[in-house]
């Protein structure tokens, strides 16, 4: 089965700076990467999401890129503000449903003021 | 008007006692899952149900049976509840299509804790 391991555990940055949480995945078969947002007490809730047929997406202040060949993708934060601070979670699964969606062990990131 | 709710919202309970935890999306979605976090924050994928048919069953100790009565419902119980089932137990909704995974829609998670 999949196996997504995510780096680093925790993560501080002064605001204003720049995020980055890496991913690695075992199954080359994988061809979907959404990253989740927690904040604290809440719900995960999609932020962004890449499949194989695209090296790079972004949005706002948030990008994410893939490299299949390596089996690794990565979440770009900029311009970091303290509403970003939250539990981020990778993920990874072939694009036929989230029934085989693995995530990943979480990354806390808090954001200096 | 609450895309995905569940009940109760916190749940504390002894050891050996039985629990339901009830869940409920008004998405049309046809796909509703369990996950567990545990305190570590870790998010495993309990039980996958696709229009009331049990898809996926991790390797979840059988005293958790879920129940869907209908596609708009999955409901989790617990039998004799043990301490390493405190966690949050969280409910998701998402319409799949062949070859796109839809998003995963969470409910606002259920904290279990067993004394």
């Known amino acids: 089965g999949e196996n997504v391991e995510q780096h680093p555990s925790t993560l501080s940055v002064q605001e204003g700076d720049s995020a980055v949480i890496k991913c690695t995945y075992s199954?080359?078969?994988?061809?979907?990467f959404p990253w989740y947002k927690q904040e604290l007490g809440k719900r995960p809730q999609l932020i962004i999401d890449?499949?194989?047929?695209?090296g790079e997406k972004k949005d706002q202040r948030i990008a994410v890129t893939l490299n299949k060949t390596a089996k690794h993708f990565s979440l770009h934060i900029t311009e970091t503000q303290p509403e970003d601070s939250a539990v981020y979670f990778c993920a990874a699964s072939m694009d036929f449903g989230n029934e085989k969606l693995t995530f990943g062990t979480g990354t806390r990131l808090t954001i200096i003021p | 008007d609450t895309a995905v709710s569940q009940t109760p919202k916190y749940l504390v309970t002894q050891m050996g006692n039985d629990k339901s935890i009830k869940c409920e999306q008004n998405?049309?979605?046809?796909?509703m899952y369990w996950y567990k976090q545990d305190s570590k924050k870790f998010l495993k994928i309990m039980f996958s149900?696709?229009?009331?048919?049990?898809?996926i069953n991790e390797t979840v100790p059988n005293r958790f049976s879920p129940k869907s009565p209908d596609k708009a419902h999955l409901n989790l119980h617990i039998n004799s509840l043990e301490l390493g089932d405190s966690a949050v137990y969280f409910c998701?909704?998402?319409?799949?299509?062949?070859?796109?995974?839809?998003?995963?829609?969470f409910g606002e998670g259920s904290r279990l804790t067993v004394l």
């Open positions: 890449i499949r194989s047929n695209v």
């Open positions: 199954d080359s078969a994988s061809n979907y």
């Open positions: 998405l049309g979605h046809d796909t």
């Open positions: 998701a909704s998402s319409q799949d299509k062949r070859g796109h995974t839809g998003e995963l829609f």
């Open positions: 149900y696709n229009n009331k048919e049990l898809i």
